[in-house]
Structure formats: structure tokens, C-alpha cells
């Protein structure tokens, strides 16, 4: 099979609508187009073939496809952007490229984000409208309740303690999916380094020092290729860990370098994770009303380590509960302390 033959299979069976194109006088003419483009735009290819491509394709007002030498292309052949345009069942938006082919011909390719968008709405209305809202409603509930159960006795005391627990629960909550927010929106790869055993000092530095015992393997800082968030990881466990021992001290924690990683090991003597949520969390099982997570820590932690190429594992043995964190050791990168970015002097 020829490279024309694999290119012309390739283009014809992608499932992205994709349209070939010649620039004459910056104006993209259609000379062919695949079968997905003809479904999702509504056109016939003769309809096309030798017409301008935004007169098929581009929505009144909205900007067009541009030449791949414009001011948009980061100068290897491609133009990209998120752009809205017109279909067979109304508009929708897509991630367009426009790959240069040859000095008068590209491929603009569209790949269909409408859902992906629309998610991101979703997002958005979920974490800041609904917290907003939430976090707006709990402050009298909360101040109501703990009044009243300073002011009644019995039962009904007893009612209202619990109503201010519920709402302290919920406060929390809502303030782990103001972090979960920003976790999601800060996923780019960072170029920064931080000391492992200085981010979980800092941690401990809240607590009872007799509640936790410490063994750090080696000398020195454990300098790993993460930033700040990485502190708001291991304070989730440090709280979850605390919160559900036993004994004194029931929690602790080990830190040792393996295989190119930097691993912390953060053990309770608690009752550990119920199946349910182990499930889901560690394990391959959907979301579902039946089968999820009570809280947003395990997950905020999860994610903050992913985002920095790390992983969590969980395990449960002996009557203790070990949560083992693994970051990638740091190479010669920026160093962040206290969550400002510093950089070392390098002397050759």
C-alpha cells in the first residue's frame, strides 16, 4: 500500500470531520472532504468541492479558519483553537487544526468538544454557584445550632448539637471542593521542586507530636518535583489518619527514596475504608447513588499526586490501614518554599 493510499484511508475513515484545502488569495477552497464531514456538516461533497469552506461551515459573525502562516500558528504547521460552527443539528463546538499539507494546501480537521464544553459549564456551575450558595446558607444554620445547643438541654440539646455538627461537616466539605477546584485548574506539569519531609512538618506542626511518629530514611531533604499543592495532599491524609486512631501514637508515618520516587507511608491503627468506597477510589468500579465516597479528601490527595505524575495506594493489613504516596524524585529544578518559587545557585 502506497503512503497516498494510507493517507487517503486514514482521512476517509477518521471520525473527525476533515476537510482539504487550498489557499487562494487567504481564502480556504474546499477540494475534498471526508465522509465524517459530510454527516456532521449536512453538505454533499460536490455541494463543496471548489467553494469556499466558511461559506459551508462558518456561523454569521464568527471568526473563520485562517492560513497556517498566520499570527496563531506556533510556527510548525498547525493552527489550533476551540471555535463554534454550524451542523447538521445545530451548533456545536470543536477543537479545529489547520496542519499544513503543502505551501498552498492544509487539512483543517474538527474534532467535535461539545460535550467536553458543556462539562466544563457543568464544572463551573457546580463548584463556584452551588458552593457559593451552599457555603452562603450554612453560616446562620450553623450559628443557629450552636446556640441552641448552649441554650436547651436534653434531647433537644442534644438535637441541636448534632444539627451544628452536620453543619461544620458540610462547611468542610464545601471548603475541599474549593481546593478540588483549584487542583483541576492548576494541571499544567510543574517545573518546581519541593522537600517532602519539610511539607509533612509543616503539616504536623498543627498537631500533638506524641499522636505520630516520624521515620525519615536517610539524611537531609527529600527534594521531589511538585509544588506547593503537594502539602495540601499529605494534610488530608495526616488529617484523615489522626482523626481515625486509636492509640498514641496511632499514626505513622515513613518516608524512604525507591526506584527514581520519593514514598511516604501514612498508617493508622483506624478502621480503615469501607469496601464501598475502597472500591471506587482504588479499585476499577464506577460512581454510582449505591457505590461512592463520603468525602472529597481521598480524592483531592489522589489527584494533587497524579497531576505530579505520582500515584496512592491503599492496604489494609495486621489491623492497620496504610496509605502510600509516591512522587517522582526532583531533577536540578526551581525550588518551592512556603509556597513561593526560589531558585538554587548551580555551581559547575
Known amino acids: 500500500m502506497s503512503d497516498d493510499d494510507r493517507f487517503r484511508g486514514l482521512f476517509e475513515h477518521t471520525s473527525d470531520a476533515v476537510a482539504e484545502v487550498e489557499f487562494v488569495d487567504d481564502e480556504p477552497v474546499v477540494r475534498a472532504v471526508n465522509d465524517a464531514f459530510v454527516d456532521i456538516f449536512g453538505v454533499e461533497r460536490d455541494q463543496v468541492r471548489g467553494d469556499s469552506l466558511t461559506a459551508h461551515v462558518e456561523p454569521d459573525g464568527e471568526e473563520r479558519e485562517r492560513p497556517v502562516d498566520d499570527d496563531r500558528t506556533a510556527g510548525n504547521g498547525f493552527c489550533r483553537g476551540v471555535i463554534t460552527r454550524e451542523t447538521a443539528t445545530g451548533p456545536r463546538q470543536f477543537s479545529c487544526r489547520v496542519v499544513s499539507t503543502e505551501s498552498d494546501r492544509a487539512l483543517v480537521l474538527y474534532t467535535d468538544v461539545t460535550a467536553a464544553h458543556r462539562m466544563e459549564q457543568h464544572h463551573q456551575v457546580l463548584h463556584r454557584v452551588l458552593r457559593h450558595n451552599l457555603r452562603n446558607k450554612l453560616v446562620p444554620l ?75 530514611e536517610g539524611d537531609g531533604a527529600v527534594l521531589v518535583a511538585a509544588d506547593d499543592r503537594l502539602e495540601v495532599a499529605l494534610a488530608q491524609l495526616v488529617e484523615n489518619g489522626i482523626k481515625h486512631a486509636d492509640g498514641e501514637p496511632g499514626l505513622s508515618i515513613s518516608i524512604r527514596s525507591e526506584a527514581g520516587d520519593a514514598v511516604a507511608e501514612i498508617s493508622d491503627d483506624g478502621p480503615g475504608l469501607p469496601e464501598n468506597e475502597r472500591a471506587v477510589l482504588f479499585g ?30 491503599y492496604d489494609r493489613r495486621d489491623e492497620r490501614t496504610t496509605l502510600t504516596v509516591r512522587v517522582p524524585l526532583a531533577t536540578e529544578r526551581p525550588v518551592v518554599a512556603n509556597g513561593k518559587r526560589e531558585r538554587e545557585e548551580r555551581s559547575d
Do not use: F, N
Not at 453543619?167 to 506539569?189: I, N
Not at 468500579?285 to 495506594?313: D, F, N, V, Y
Open 284 to 313: 476499577d468500579q464506577p460512581i454510582t447513588q449505591l457505590r461512592h465516597s463520603t468525602g472529597l479528601g481521598l480524592w483531592l490527595t489522589k489527584w494533587i499526586l497524579e497531576c505530579h505524575g505520582g500515584s496512592l495506594a
Open 142 to 216: 450553623l450559628d443557629g445550632a450552636e446556640r441552641l445547643s448552649t441554650e436547651l438541654s436534653g434531647d433537644l440539646g442534644q438535637q441541636a448539637s448534632l444539627m451544628a455538627m452536620a453543619a461544620r461537616e458540610l462547611s468542610g466539605l464545601s471548603e475541599t471542593a474549593g481546593k478540588l477546584e483549584y487542583v483541576m485548574e492548576s494541571t499544567a506539569v510543574t517545573e518546581s521542586r519541593v522537600d517532602l519531609v519539610a511539607c509533612l512538618r509543616s503539616v504536623l506542626a498543627e498537631y500533638d507530636a506524641s499522636t505520630v511518629d516520624v521515620a525519615v
